[in-house]
């Protein structure tokens, strides 16, 4: 094959895909001068509810302030522990730390989630919860965690920003903690044009407290009546989520081919270790929103995909939350994530792909470890 183009994700395609339709709504939503807290808003927000199973949906102004106001109705504060894996963007434990909570974070397992075994071994006497982080489209075993939560009467805060749509055992990835959380940004499985997010809850004492944080503590009589914030999905967004929305369920099962096919390909390469694919566990439903692999000669990979025209990334820059030394992280050793993270690279993986892209870049992987 010729060399070709296959960048890591193709961010025009997030508006050309619906082209006429997201132009529809949003002129809409701006002929109406309907831009926040309105009709748009709230019937994305139940179409949410009905797609997870939540009680509470509320969007918000992005993942991370999804997170905070999460953190902080469900009573997390100074003095406060929350374990967290290291595998995960900084906003994770950022959230933590600006709720006035320390983040104390942790192994990751060989399928890259939150290590149930490490949770045990850092619980103290402060710690008041465990936020497990439902990365690259697929959930933890939220059994096991909740096992261990209920032992030790912790709190469960879930970081989903990854994985609408992911389900455990048949339940829906954000619907297993007291609260929550997703993200819209553009590169999600389901993103809007620009940032955007939702918490999300089945109590209603919390349901409650979420609709006052993320609106000056205005309750529906415009009243203040609590400390808020500003942090609401303003109602364009909404609009052309909803949109995207009606064609989420394509867009995952195409990935769940795209990750197929992947697998099919290269599977019999010794040098990588997969992602579990599609058909692979009963128990889990990936949504892929990364396809995350781990490579032996990573680096050397990486530039060589890049000079045959692949996009690849490595998650999170590099680091994971312990290797923040800046951040106060100190004389933390986490030796199985430390050594992924020598290994880790992502390939492409969105609905631009054709099957062609996807063989294209598995030819180019195949050649490379032909030799080694």
Not at 342 to 365: A, G, H, I, Q
Request: proline share 3%; net charge negative; hydrophobic share 40%.
């Amino acid at each position: 094959m010729k060399i070709r183009s296959v960048p890591f994700f193709n961010y025009p395609w997030v508006y050309e895909q619906h082209e006429e339709e997201i132009k529809s709504v949003m002129q809409d939503v701006l002929k109406r001068g309907a831009f926040i807290l309105q009709k748009d808003l709230e019937e994305f927000e139940n179409s949410i509810s009905k797609f997870i199973d939540a009680k509470y949906v509320l969007g918000v102004a992005d993942g991370t302030n999804a997170l905070n106001l999460g953190l902080i109705s469900a009573g997390i504060g100074r003095g406060d522990e929350v374990i967290l894996p290291s595998h995960t963007y900084i906003a994770s434990a950022a959230s933590i730390h600006y709720v006035g909570a320390t983040p104390v974070p942790v192994e990751c397992g060989e399928d890259h989630m939150l290590d149930v075994d490490s949770i045990k071994k850092a619980i103290t006497k402060h710690t008041k919860a465990i936020m497990p982080v439902q990365l690259n489209g697929r959930t933890c075993n939220m059994h096991k965690i909740q096992a261990i939560a209920d032992e030790a009467d912790l709190l469960i805060i879930e970081d989903a920003a990854q994985a609408l749509g992911s389900k455990f055992k048949g339940k829906s990835a954000g619907t297993f903690g007291v609260v929550g959380t997703f993200s819209f940004y553009p590169a999600k499985v389901l993103g809007c044009f620009g940032d955007g997010g939702a918490v999300v809850t089945n109590d209603n004492t919390i349901g409650d407290k979420l609709a006052l944080l993320r609106d000056h503590g205005r309750n529906a009589k415009g009243d203040v009546v609590a400390w808020g914030t500003n942090s609401r999905l303003d109602n364009l967004q909404a609009a052309v989520l909803s949109v995207k929305l009606k064609y989420y369920i394509h867009d995952i099962n195409r990935r769940r081919e795209l990750a197929a096919l992947y697998d099919s390909y290269l599977k019999e390469i010794r040098q990588l270790r997969l992602p579990p694919p599609p058909s692979n566990d009963c128990e889990h439903f990936d949504v892929y929103q990364n396809y995350e692999l781990v490579a032996d000669q990573r680096d050397e990979l990486k530039s060589y995909l890049a000079e045959h025209g692949v996009g690849t990334l490595i998650q999170f820059g590099g680091k994971a939350i312990h290797q923040h030394t800046e951040l106060g992280f100190r004389d933390i050793r986490l030796p199985v994530t430390e050594r992924m993270y020598e290994r880790f690279l992502m390939l492409p993986m969105n609905t631009s792909l054709t099957n062609s892209d996807v063989e294209y870049v598995c030819e180019k992987l195949c050649n490379f470890y032909k030799n080694k």
